[in-house]
T-cell receptor, first 114, second 114 residues
């Protein structure tokens, strides 16, 4: 079974631009979560989607948004990029919304803002 | 918001020896789940072990075991018979039973000496 696939692996943008990251969950998984990982702040929860609905949202500004499609694939969009948005963005999927369900992570997208 | 604390930024262990990573968390909830994830240099996060708060029995997965002390809000990970492949950053994570948000600790980097 294929794992969680995130594209692209690396991305370089400049301040003020916007970016869209993509995540394809494991087949059959309906929950997709996004995390931002930085050396200073560690791993921070961005949001979670389940059956095309946003179920949870972390403490990030409105510039960060996402969506989930009917095939459970998810996209994350960041508008008006800032230098502080440079990070590794991780996507994780799980079978359903149960708390005990383990999350399966992708390799991440490394976003660099110049 | 729940806080997860990993007080050991780095730990070093001799191959075949045992190392214990500490994790404490702060919560007022009674229903929650605890996880240990491993992130090798290749950066894909992998689930190591998980524990449901209502279960008193400590979880075990091969060479990995936890010491779950609910009253003390402590969830330590023991790696027995350490192998070179165990070298990675280990994250302790808390998942709320109400909103299922996953909160991570800052991580502990484990180095295995040959």
């Amino acid at each position: 079974k294929a794992g969680v696939t995130q594209t692209p692996r690396y991305l370089i943008k400049t301040r003020g631009q916007q970016v869209t990251l993509s995540c394809s969950p494991i087949s059959g998984h309906r929950s997709v979560s996004w995390y931002q990982q930085t050396p200073g702040q560690g791993l921070q929860f961005l949001f979670e989607y389940f059956s095309e609905t946003q179920r949870n949202k972390g403490n990030f500004p409105g510039r960060f948004s996402g969506r989930q499609f009917s095939n459970s694939r998810s996209e994350m969009n960041v508008s008006t990029l800032e230098l502080g948005d440079s990070a590794l963005y991780l996507c994780a999927s799980s079978l359903d919304s149960g708390g005990y369900q383990p999350q399966h992570f992708g390799d991440g997208t490394r976003l660099s803002i110049l | 918001a729940q806080t997860v604390t990993q007080s050991q930024p780095e730990m070093s262990v001799q191959e075949a020896e045992t190392v214990t990573l500490s994790c404490t968390y702060d919560t007022s909830e009674s229903d929650y789940y605890l996880f240990w994830y491993k992130q090798p240099p290749s950066r894909q996060m992998i689930l190591v072990i998980r524990q449901e708060a209502y279960k008193q029995q400590n979880a075990t997965e091969n060479r990995f075991s936890v010491n779950f002390q609910k009253a003390a809000k402590s969830f330590s990970l023991k790696i027995s018979d350490s192998q070179l492949g165990d070298a990675a950053m280990y994250f302790c994570a808390y998942r709320s039973g109400s909103d299922y948000k996953l909160s991570f600790g800052a991580g502990t980097t484990v180095t295995v000496r040959a």
